[in-house]
């Protein structure tokens, strides 16, 4: 009997212990593995992020830009990491959108813990002005006509740029004809030009030509309109009830990691996105604050996943 009382003892010390090990997080700096290049959205916005928690908790915060092969480099590389909370990785759209392209070495449910959903760029639905549509069902009637194929612009496959379209192309029951660019400046550019007919862009880029009349736009892709442009009716409102698409960035940890840490970050991550200054820096990027629990964040991924999922096959996207 006495023996029992000692380990019990024993495992009563042990917890507190580790209770407040937990407690001292961050123990040293952090990493936050972004894959993707340096000065991208999602570069510039997780710099944000690691500035506002190195202020927080006096730990520095390290961006690690790790590129290649479609992301897979940065995400192998977290899913190894030790799940302690140190190492961070900051995902887009392509997080919810991969395991459907391809069979990845890595389980994106199992080996990622989801933090906190960052922030959404809205789109917006722009045509060249030799685009003989003034909106969203001129457009579309138009793609409807044997004789009209339209075309339209992306920032690559599976891009924020291209799901968006082949939303559209899904829910209006249209195929206007995918010209994949390396980016989607290049890809706006052309559509400038009136080498390309169609884009859904986000409006940062887009915003400048739409004021100079070298784009027209027809519509945001929010559930909302965009305070920005009032006047602009969502994709829902114009003619494709339900329709919804965003570039969106938000970030996760490695799988395991204790639950004191998961709140703990989360709640720091949420605190730092609608600080008021997080607040003006995401409105000059054209993006809006979210910040939202783990739990919240998760059921955001599964309802992309699920929502892209018959719009890939039905457009039979493949990875590059």
Do not use: C
């Not at 019990?8 to 580790?18: E, N, P, R, V």
């Not at 004021?211 to 409102?237: F, Y």
């Not at 938000?250 to 989360?266: C, E, I, Q």
Request: aromatic share 6%; hydrophobic share 45%.
């Amino acid at each position: 009997m006495k023996n029992i009382w000692l380990k019990l003892l024993a495992l009563l010390f042990l917890a507190g212990m580790f209770s407040f090990a937990r407690a001292d997080y961050p123990e040293r700096s952090i990493r936050i593995i972004v894959p993707f290049t340096a000065g991208g959205a999602t570069d510039l916005l997780a710099r944000m992020i690691g500035k506002k928690l190195t202020q927080a908790w006096g730990q520095q915060v390290v961006v690690d830009n790790r590129t290649g092969a479609n992301g897979i480099i940065a995400y192998e590389l977290a899913a190894k990491a030790n799940p302690d909370g140190h190492t961070l990785l900051f995902v887009a759209i392509s997080h919810a959108i991969n395991p459907l392209l391809q069979k990845l070495p890595y389980n994106t449910d199992k080996d990622f813990a989801p933090v906190s959903l960052i922030a959404i760029l809205p789109l917006l639905l722009v045509v060249h002005p030799g685009v003989p549509a003034n909106n969203l069902q001129e457009l579309i009637a138009r793609a409807k006509s044997p004789s009209k194929l339209l075309t339209y612009a992306s920032g690559g496959v599976a891009s924020s740029q291209h799901l968006a379209a082949e939303l559209m192309n899904y829910m209006a029951k249209v195929k206007m004809t995918h010209v994949p660019y390396k980016g989607g400046t290049q890809g706006m550019l052309d559509v400038v030009g009136g080498h390309v007919d169609v884009m859904i862009q986000v409006i940062l880029s887009v915003a400048p030509h739409i004021k100079t009349g070298r784009l027209r736009a027809l519509a945001v892709t929010t559930s909302k309109r965009n305070a920005a442009w009032p006047d602009l009716p969502t994709m829902s409102e114009a003619g494709l009830p339900g329709y919804e698409s965003t570039a969106w960035y938000g970030m996760v940890a490695t799988a395991g990691l204790p639950p004191s840490v998961l709140a703990k970050l989360s709640a720091e991550t949420i605190k730092a996105t609608q600080s008021s200054d997080m607040r003006d820096a995401l409105a000059k990027q054209g993006a809006e604050p979210v910040g939202n629990t783990p739990r919240e964040f998760a059921a955001f991924i599964k309802a992309e996943t699920t929502k892209y999922a018959k719009v890939i096959k039905e457009a039979g996207v493949k990875a590059e």
